[in-house]
């Protein structure tokens, strides 16, 4: 079925140092999101890319999408502990750039951050 | 804004009892919202799509005679899980899905209900 692969599983971090999450789909995105979940809450919505080869950010993370649209990495510069929790891409499964699609999550990848 | 509430926050149930569980966007409405299920140091299962007036889709592998589903109005979706067992036992979240404006394209999450069924 159509999976979206999310690696390193964890991250263990000296503060200040940078960190990147890699999502990898089977198939075609129509678009991704990012999500992050501290430890005991909820997921947040942090962002949507849509566009082939799309590039944003959000102070010091950075978000981009591949040009084929099967692959996005999340980027954090200079972690702080504030960063700490678990950061989850979301690919929504289609080949426009709409939101018929249902979303399937990758598994996450747990960051924590040393001071 | 974009606020939504689960009801309750935590159960605990006897095995063979049924649970309902609420989820209602505050401040928005929401046309579609999302079931999902979440196991301890694992992902986001969906588990179904509600959309407001008419029969949920489940995902593959979820009973929908188990997992009830209701989405009365615009603002409240409801899961009741029937005749739990032990193995319901589980963190479920809902998210909605703002009808329209900006944020139409994004999921705003509940907070979760913490199921365990004894």
Same mark, same amino acid.
């Given at each position: 079925g159509q999976q979206v692969m999310q690696i390193p599983q964890y991250q263990h971090v000296q503060e200040g140092e940078d960190f990147t999450t890699y999502c990898n789909s089977s198939t075609t995105l129509s678009n991704i999101q990012w999500y992050k979940q501290r430890p005991g809450g909820h997921p947040v919505f942090l962002i949507q890319l849509v566009k082939s080869g799309e590039v944003k950010k959000q102070k010091r993370l950075t978000f981009q999408f591949g040009e084929a649209k099967k692959n996005s990495s999340l980027h954090i510069t200079a972690t702080q502990t504030t960063d700490v929790g678990t950061y989850f891409c979301a690919g929504r499964m *289609?080949? @426009? *750039? @709409? =939101?018929q699609g249902n979303l399937i999550f990758g598994k996450g990848t747990k960051l924590s951050v040393k001071p | 804004g974009a606020v939504v509430s689960q009801h309750p926050s935590r159960v605990i149930c006897k095995s063979g009892t049924s649970v309902k569980i609420e989820c209602r966007s505050l401040d928005f409405q929401a046309t579609t919202m999302f079931w999902y299920r979440q196991f301890p140091k694992q992902s986001l299962m969906l588990m179904a799509t509600s959309n407001e007036g008419s029969k949920a889709t489940y995902e593959q592998g979820v009973e929908k005679d188990k997992f009830l589903i209701n989405h009365? %109005?615009?603002?409240l979706s409801t899961l009741t899980v029937t005749s739990a067992h032990p193995e319901d036992s589980s963190f479920y979240i809902c998210s909605a899905r703002p009808t %329209? *404006? =900006? %944020?139409?394209n994004e999921q705003f999450f509940g907070p979760g209900t913490r199921l365990t069924v004894l």
């Open positions: *289609g080949r @426009g *750039g @709409g =939101s | 009365a %109005s615009l603002t %329209s *404006g =900006s %944020s139409y």
